[in-house]
């Protein structure tokens, strides 16, 4: 087993999550925790919550530096980091990294302020992961992250030359928890997944009318019997998705990768492939590997 | 004093309104509670939150009859009313009436199922009630109805052709109240409106790039101080009142009627107006007017 070189955390607004990376930047050992940023409040909330869960590795290997990405950095974290400017590359984001204590580093987000601003806090480690592990993917690409808050960006040439933000994943959760439409749906989780449903929902998204219109044959749908309770989430799902893909998939699109949750990213693909797209890349979470290849440009290993 | 004809209903999700209306239609007393039909379960309930509210009316005036519209004829209602299909006219509704105990008549609702069924409950009431009072619509017309799921009906030769609905109200009260977007904002109502915010989100709902990315600009305009806390509210509801607006501007349209609460229908208005729309027509609560026309054509009065 190779000896410990850097603990990476992966530190969004709900969730800690922390490897403890080898000579390569394999990852030896993974935790997470519930304490995301969105909980926490103060800087001695921020260090418990760190101690809580990787004190033991920060005992047991005094010396390692620690790097952290995501909303740990936001003006509501445990220090405000940076945002840079697009385009950018992992150059760029190491050369602006935020120090505490010379022994953590906070990746900055980045800023795409060619038109209305769009952020990203995290998702810029996960792209620079994702580089790292597929070289390729460097001269040109589309590179997807679904979430709650999903990200679009596109890289040319090594760097992030724009990006956009789609509130998909928190769309759904808002209606499908507290809308009129939920009334109709069977409780929280108790669904099999229905993909018929699903494309339904991604072809209505072609159509006209609006997605504000079309949200609301959720319900007629429902009521007049044409979906069963059970595929109207899917219905929602495919109708979000398909509205976040017909704004994106304009003009020429590059290799599509995926990144992320991989429920949700199959979810991605299949939703693309059915719009005529070429199968997209899957990549899992590939903060550890952009914390690594992050790291190796600073001083932090 | 006219004599008392018509106890007339208006009972939707959140509010009865209750009218005793004259000789002419003319409206005699109002009242109003908050046993709205999303409240009230079972029939003794709806007998009761009736009895509640007009029970000395009827003490009063034992041989009026009752004509109720709204949710009260929904499937969770007190008793399911029929839909109509559109297209429809004011006697197609009154044919279909619902008759309880021959006291209390409720009006059907409309659907339009030319394409994914869309639904109405009220609003076909408030139409006949505009008609009347303005018989220069029924040759053509657009009557809007702003608010929690906003109608959009076309009008041609005093039939109802077909109509959309819009949850922008409702997408509004979930963003403003449960998403990562009213982080920004000042607590609920506690801002003056900004006519230059709302017309600023009208603006970018012209914009390319979707709904569900526009919205994340309500955040990141915050948190570069681009717009106040006051002036986001005002600027989503623009981004979605623009986004109907979009939907619904499409081709030829004919005169424009906007009826209902009068500040929300102020807001569509000036959207509309800043879209290049002549002034609309505003209107108030028809929902009397289409009541009392209702019972004119059956044997309730």
Redesign the interface.
Known sequence: MSAAKLIALDWGSTRLRAFLLGDGGEVLQTRQSNDGAATLKGADAYAAALAALVGDWRAEHPALKLLACGMVGS?YGWREAPYVRCPADAAALAAQLLTLDDQLGIVPGLVDDA?????MRGEETQIVGALALHPELAEEACLVLPGT?SKWARVKAGRVTGF?????G??FA??RQ???LNRLMPADGSSPASPEAFLKGVE?AK???????????VR??G??K?LSAEQLPDYLSGL?IG??L??EL?GDVPRVALIGDPALCARYALALTHLGQPAPLLLDNTAPAGLWALAQTTSLI
Chains 1, 2 share one sequence.
């Open positions: 003006q038109a209305q601003p769009d952020v808050h956009a933000t789609h509130m998909t928190e769309l808002l209606l507290h809308s009129v209505a159509e006209d009318g609006g997605l504000g219109h079309q949200l609301f044959a007629t749908l009521l007049f044409q979000l509205h976040e017909a704004s304009k």
